[in-house]
């Protein structure tokens, strides 16, 4: 089956840098995207990649390695606001199919 | 606010009932997404439809079922409910070819 790979959690201190990690299987990749989601909200969309390298959107940023079926999520000056669980997600095939969904990396940001 | 709409937001309900979860995407887009999410789980893909046509199946059970009607608007019907069907259930949109998905506020499905 498809399956993604993500720490199921990570900690780090206020205003550090924090890089969560997602590896997937290759066949049929399309692209990788990022969601972020507050306890009891809704994922939101971060941050997508279907070519390698870093795309930057502020404080978050992504990188994508096609060769190596691996992607990163990387957050920078984290704040409390910060502390989240977040989402790697890719499709296959084409723009058009579901999002399959790694179990997410739970965030939490400490002073 | 995504532009996604769903309900009812809380929904509790006795095991064996059939319950209906309502999704309006946002306007224009032609692609609807079930998801369910289990506590401390991952998004779990139920269904797609595209358009009023089911585009793409994921593990969703034979007691649960979809549809999308012809103003985009989409149901997930859900019967003979067992206790481990309680989740959040989210519906998702998106416009052709487009990498994001929109995702509603979810409906919290409490089965008793």
């Known amino acids: 089956g498809q399956s993604l790979e993500q720490p199921s959690e990570v900690t780090a201190v206020e205003g550090a840098i924090v890089q969560i990690n997602c590896t997937y299987q290759?066949?049929?990749?399309?692209?990788l995207s990022w969601y972020q989601q507050h306890d009891g909200g809704a994922p939101t969309f971060l941050s997508y990649?279907?070519?390698?390298g870093l795309e930057e959107t502020g404080r978050f940023s992504s990188f994508l390695s096609r060769s190596d079926s691996y992607g990163y999520l990387l957050l920078q000056e984290l704040q409390m606001k910060d502390s989240a669980s977040y989402f790697c997600?890719?499709?296959?095939?084409?723009?058009?199919?579901?999002?399959?969904f790694g179990k997410g990396t739970r965030l939490s940001v400490i002073a | 606010d995504s532009g996604v709409t769903q309900t009812p937001k809380h929904l509790i309900t006795a095991t064996g009932q059939r319950v209906t979860l309502r999704c309006s995407p946002r306007?224009?887009?032609?692609?609807v997404y079930w998801y369910q999410q289990s506590l401390d789980q991952g998004l779990q893909f139920l269904i797609q439809?595209?358009?009023?046509?089911?585009?793409a199946k994921g593990n969703i059970l034979e007691r649960f079922s979809a549809q999308q009607f012809p103003d985009l608007h989409s149901e997930l019907n859900l019967s003979s409910l067992e206790l481990g069907d309680s989740a959040l259930y989210f519906c998702?949109?998106?416009?052709?070819?487009?990498?994001?998905?929109?995702f509603g506020q979810g409906t919290r499905l409490t089965v008793v």
């Open positions: 998702a949109s998106s416009a052709e070819m487009n990498t994001e998905a929109f």
């Open positions: 290759t066949s049929g990749f399309y692209g």
């Open positions: 990649n279907a070519l390698d």
């Open positions: 997600a890719v499709r296959y095939d084409s723009g058009n199919t579901p999002l399959v």
């Open positions: 306007s224009g887009d032609l692609s």
């Open positions: 439809y595209y358009n009023g046509e089911e585009r």
